[in-house]
């Protein structure tokens, strides 16, 4: 995913809900001494799905190819908070890439209590690791 996307996205107003915002997916060619044309990935090659942690389903998204290999996905405003859970897939004859798993954080500062999240880098690996609570 691009790394400006949100981990974490305040309501709109007090006691609301989440604005409209969106996340952004870019794909990559692996360094692998093959060369890809990531122009053969189309939109409905990838799954993206944003769910309450807490359980329940999550909003119909709509997304839409930027350029080739960039995938904007736009999530309504109404978003309750809570800590959400989302998942992206790509499914391709061509390309093959693991499931990007993260979170997504909605808080309110308004409810007097404490919320947040965060990330941290995994030693020796590099990897990034978001976390949230609501």
């Known amino acids: 995913m691009a ?21 952004t997916v870019t794909i990559s060619q692996a360094n692998d001494g093959h060369d890809g044309d990531l122009g053969l990935i189309d939109l409905g090659d990838l799954s993206f799905s944003l769910k309450p942690v807490g359980g329940g389903s999550g909003p119909a998204i709509a997304g839409s190819e930027v350029s080739d290999g960039v995938f904007k996905f736009d999530i309504p405003a109404g978003l309750a908070v809570e800590t959400y ?27 007097g209590f404490t919320t947040g999240g965060g990330w941290f880098y995994w030693p020796g690996t590099g990897e990034k690791t978001n976390f949230g609570l609501p």
Request: glycine share 4%.
């Open 85 to 111: 859970s989302l998942e992206v897939t790509l499914d391709n004859e061509y390309f093959t890439a693991p499931k990007l798993e993260d979170v997504l954080v909605v808080y309110d500062p308004s409810l």
């Open 3 to 23: 790394s400006n996307n949100p981990i974490a996205i305040q309501v709109a107003s007090p006691g609301g809900a989440a604005p409209l915002f969106s996340i």
